[in-house]
């Protein structure tokens, strides 16, 4: 295939990470005007903005058994179905309970384009630049992370009213019927099909992931999945709002500031995009984690010692940017890539559904706890446990993890045949 064609397939399929970056991201501007609406209290307001992630969960659990059985393409349309129609189901939801249903529907879609669509460029691209084209589709999230707030923001200004979250939400249609319209003109993933025509002779099954070198694989992604949210990722893009308020910054500037936060994040995405295949994965991660810890050191030293010292809140703004583009330059671009190419093509469906599940698990466990730490731990604390967590997530990657830059998806997998052969030894 000729490189602009592939582009175009792995901006296709990138699509879907720009419906999961606006889907999880919209959420921020409906809650406060869906909680007058149905008189909605705590408990209430958090079923509503947690109730996607019980979608995602199940979504991202069943994308690899879709994925390996039925084709990539068909599950990427699939997942464009289940955008739209949450999309329209939300807008027009008669009552909270309609709502919260139509919001799991879209965390299902949530849930499987996270598999499948880096899974999908990861096959379709060459080893020269893969790790650029998978980019694609964290840097689409950003993208529609930003879209968000940006439609949240004119629609709030255009219209008001109590019902504005409906249009907030029904937004979503329009790129979703684009998804689902461009997912049925791209071919099959080659790999899968090539894949399927030696299916007799090498039958997957969920016993294949137990072999020693494939067990190894999907453990160290696994962890690398979960460990990388107990390193504040998304304890600070939920709760930035409330942080910066903490900090001494105004309330009434929380939407510019969070416009802002977007807007780092797309710039610093598009950085990684390119430079990940020149520098390398694991090179990328040990820059961008080094440049974590300081800046999570900072804004805890900030909330430790910052009146006594006289700083300004700018001086943990900046610092909070900083850790937000080391963030997103490294672990949340790198992270979508290792794990769409670390797998033997037979069960990588079924490994990125596991490594997916443990990703899923983490965002929830620290959406939850993290409130209960910013009180108990105090800021300063919180953000110094952040820290400490990088350390472990950058010896896995120095010790388990293979550089993959520029190797072919067969070199790869056989880097872990290998190790299973020794393995049985």
């Known amino acids: 295939m000729k490189r602009s064609y592939i582009i175009y397939l792995s901006a296709v399929a990138a699509l879907g990470g720009f419906l999961f970056g606006y889907d999880t991201a919209v959420i921020s501007g409906t809650i406060a005007r869906v909680a007058d609406v149905y008189a909605l209290d ?10 996607a ?79 650029r084209l998978v980019s694609l589709y964290q840097l689409a999230i950003t993208v529609g992370f930003l879209g968000a707030y940006l439609v949240n923001y004119q629609l709030l200004s255009a219209m008001g009213g109590d019902e504005v979250w409906r249009w907030m939400l029904g937004m979503e249609t329009l790129p979703a019927a684009l998804f689902f319209l461009l997912a049925l003109s791209v071919p099959e993933s080659r790999r899968w099909l090539e894949q399927r025509k030696v299916g007799k002779k090498e039958k997957s099954d969920w016993r294949t992931l137990l072999a020693p070198g494939v067990r190894r694989a999907v453990l160290i992604g696994s962890g690398i999945a979960i460990l990388g949210q107990f390193m504040g990722v998304n304890a600070v893009l939920y709760y930035g709002p409330s942080i ?147 350390v472990p997530y950058i010896l896995i990657m120095y010790r388990h993890v293979p550089e993959t830059t520029g190797r072919t998806l067969e070199e790869i997998e056989r880097h872990w045949e290998r190790f299973s052969k020794t393995q049985d030894k």
């Not at 705590?42 to 109730?51: F, H, I, K, L, N």
């Not at 995602?56 to 990539?72: E, F, P, W």
């Not at 295949?277 to 820059?287: E, H, S, T």
């Open 42 to 51: 705590e408990w209430r307001q958090g079923w509503y903005v947690g109730c």
């Open 244 to 390: 910066f308020e903490n900090a001494g910054l105004s309330g009434n500037d929380s939407l510019f500031y969070q416009v802002l936060v977007g807007l780092i994040n797309v710039l610093s995405t598009i950085l990684a995009l390119a430079i990940i295949d020149r520098i390398g994965r694991k090179r990328l991660v040990y820059y961008g984690v080094s440049g974590m810890i300081v800046s999570l050191l900072l804004i805890a030293l900030y909330f430790m010692m910052g009146k006594a010292w006289g700083l300004s809140s700018i001086f943990m703004l900046v610092c909070f940017l900083s850790y937000i583009f080391f963030c997103a330059v490294s672990i949340c671009t790198v992270v979508f890539v290792l794990l769409s190419e670390m797998y033997p093509t037979r069960i990588r469906g079924m490994a990125m559904s596991i490594a997916g599940f443990a990703l899923w698990i983490g965002t929830y466990l620290i959406g939850q706890l993290t409130p209960w730490m910013l009180l108990r731990l105090t800021p300063a604390g919180t953000f110094s446990l952040f820290a400490a967590m990088c």
């Open 53 to 131: 992630l019980v979608g995602s969960i199940g979504g991202v659990l069943g994308a690899g058994v879709l994925s390996d059985y039925l084709g990539r393409k068909p599950t990427l349309v699939i997942s464009s179905v289940l955008f739209t129609l949450s999309a329209l189901g939300c807008a027009f939801a008669p009552g909270f309970a309609y709502l919260v249903a139509w919001r799991v529907v879209g965390g299902v879609g949530i849930g499987i384009v996270s598999v499948v669509s880096p899974l999908y460029i990861s096959e379709i691209a060459p080893a020269a630049y893969r790790g």
